[in-house]
């Protein structure tokens, strides 16, 4: 019986027009979510452990999650409806009669994605959609390349992987 998840890592985040693509998979295959300019910055932030001198959003959540003694235990990208992903923030909460309560919270990939990489939680994709997305490491090698070749050529380029 096949795993209702697969474990998945964060590949590479490369500027694309109009945003960022986010290559996520694993040795089996590697699949893209494109994101606002924004979040992906957050996220490559994150994956690059870039020191801020304030606090940005992605962090202030997190922050707030401690506050209260909750974590986020996993992020799972969930579905996939008319070219769009869907996930769960699981945050784990213990009290002070020591009760674990388990939340699940409807979120954006991206979001989830950046506040993952933050706390080093877990990323899944559900068995539904990792077997409906196509392996898309044929592009992520090009791009890789083409920006190696860039560098070559003195041009440079920002960090593409992890």
Same mark, same amino acid.
């Given at each position: 019986?096949?795993?209702?998840?697969?474990?998945?890592?964060?590949?590479? &985040?490369?500027? =694309?027009?109009? @945003?960022?693509?986010?290559?996520? *998979?694993?040795? /089996?295959?590697?699949?893209?979510?494109?994101?606002?300019?924004? &979040?992906?910055? =957050? +996220?490559?932030?994150?994956?690059? @452990? +870039?020191?801020? /001198?304030?606090?940005?959003?992605?962090?202030?959540?997190?922050?707030?999650? =401690? !506050?209260? /003694?909750?974590?986020?235990?996993?992020?799972?990208? $969930?579905?996939?409806?008319? $070219?769009?992903?869907? !996930?769960?923030?699981?945050? +784990? =909460?213990? $009290?002070?009669?020591?009760?674990?309560?388990?939340?699940?919270?409807?979120?954006?990939?991206?979001?989830?994605?950046?506040? !993952?990489?933050?706390?080093?939680?877990?990323?899944?994709?559900?068995?539904?959609?990792?077997?409906? +997305?196509?392996?898309?490491?044929?592009?992520? $090698?090009?791009?890789?390349?083409?920006?190696?070749?860039? /560098?070559?050529? @003195?041009? *440079?380029?920002?960090?593409?992987?992890?």
């Amino acid at each position: 019986m096949s795993q209702p998840v697969v474990q998945v890592e964060v590949k590479a &985040v490369i500027p =694309a027009s109009g @945003g960022c693509a986010i290559f996520l *998979g694993n040795e /089996e295959k590697v699949f893209v979510i494109y994101i606002d300019q924004m &979040v992906g910055m =957050a +996220v490559m932030m994150a994956m690059h @452990g +870039v020191p801020k /001198e304030r606090p940005l959003t992605h962090d202030l959540i997190v922050s707030i999650l =401690a !506050a209260y /003694e909750a974590r986020i235990a996993r992020v799972i990208i $969930n579905d996939f409806n008319d $070219n769009i992903f869907f !996930a769960r923030l699981i945050l +784990v =909460a213990d $009290n002070e009669l020591h009760q674990r309560k388990i939340m699940e919270i409807d979120a954006r990939p991206s979001d989830c994605l950046a506040l !993952a990489l933050r706390v080093k939680a877990p990323l899944y994709v559900s068995r539904k959609v990792w077997d409906h +997305v196509s392996d898309e490491s044929p592009l992520l $090698n090009a791009m890789q390349e083409r920006s190696l070749q860039g /560098e070559e050529d @003195g041009e *440079g380029g920002p960090p593409l992987g992890t």
